[in-house]
């Protein structure tokens, strides 16, 4: 079993629509959850973060996690051209036995179609 | 801002080659990592070090060694560089954070072995 599971896509959502991005994971130890996106080309700039169960909303994104389901999502509001890119979702466990594991998923690519 | 980074951002070597790729953080990290990118195969992680001299294997170290002399620098050695050695990489620091401190990465160096 893979330990981060993302739709690889491509998902192709038209301008101004909502685009969710879904992510599954399987450390249940993992304490906190990163969403980067990805340029093509270019390395990985972190956009997201959340903690605990429930939604965070920043600007046009919001990201959910419900622990209890190991699941991850992150909704792009009014997406634009510029969104267009690979998202990738990072789980993490520092806990001192595993040894500050980051999991990475190969990420969901992105078109937003103007 | 923490600033990650990477001594070179296009880099062409010739098999059999020792390749040293460099890399640096100005925040105190304690923890800094390299991955290799690859198409399809997301980023998998090659050594990580949480304190100066200590260094840990991650999922591919076959063909690599690392050095951490002091807390700010990472350096990842290729001991004779071979051709399925090209890929992008990428250096990455964290803080120990309770599990709370995200990756942030450095621009990437894309290494062609010839």
């Known amino acids: 079993q893979k330990e981060v599971e993302q739709n690889s896509g491509p998902l192709s959502v038209p301008e101004g629509a909502i685009a969710s991005l879904n992510c599954t994971y399987s450390?249940?130890?993992?304490?906190?959850f990163f969403w980067y996106r990805q340029y093509s080309g270019k390395s990985p700039e972190l956009i997201m973060f959340?903690?605990?169960?429930g939604d965070k909303e920043d600007g046009r994104f919001t990201a959910q996690l419900n622990k209890a389901s190991q699941y991850v999502s992150l909704l792009i509001r009014d997406s634009q051209p510029s969104d267009s890119a690979t998202y990738l979702c990072?789980?993490?466990?520092?806990?001192?036995?595993?040894?500050?594991?980051?999991?990475f998923g190969t990420g969901t690519s992105l078109t937003v179609i103007p | 801002d923490v600033k990650v980074t990477q001594s070179s951002r296009y880099l062409v070597k010739r098999t059999g080659e020792k390749v040293f790729l460099e890399c640096v953080q100005d925040?105190?990290?304690?923890?800094m990592f390299w991955y290799r990118q690859d198409p399809g195969l997301g980023l998998r992680l090659i050594y990580f070090?949480?304190?100066?001299?200590?260094?840990e294997k991650g999922d591919i170290p076959e063909g690599y060694s690392v050095s951490r002399e002091k807390k700010e620098r990472f350096s990842l050695i290729l001991e004779s560089a071979s051709t399925n050695q090209t890929s992008m990489y990428l250096c990455?620091?964290?803080?120990?954070?309770?599990?709370?401190?995200?990756?942030?990465f450095g621009n990437g160096t894309r290494l062609t072995v010839t």
């Open positions: 990455a620091s964290s803080t120990q954070g309770f599990g709370f401190s995200p990756l942030h």
């Open positions: 450390d249940r130890g993992s304490q906190s």
């Open positions: 959340i903690y605990s169960n």
């Open positions: 990072v789980p993490r466990n520092a806990s001192p036995n595993t040894g500050n594991q980051f999991y």
């Open positions: 925040m105190d990290h304690e923890n």
């Open positions: 070090s949480y304190d100066v001299k200590m260094k």
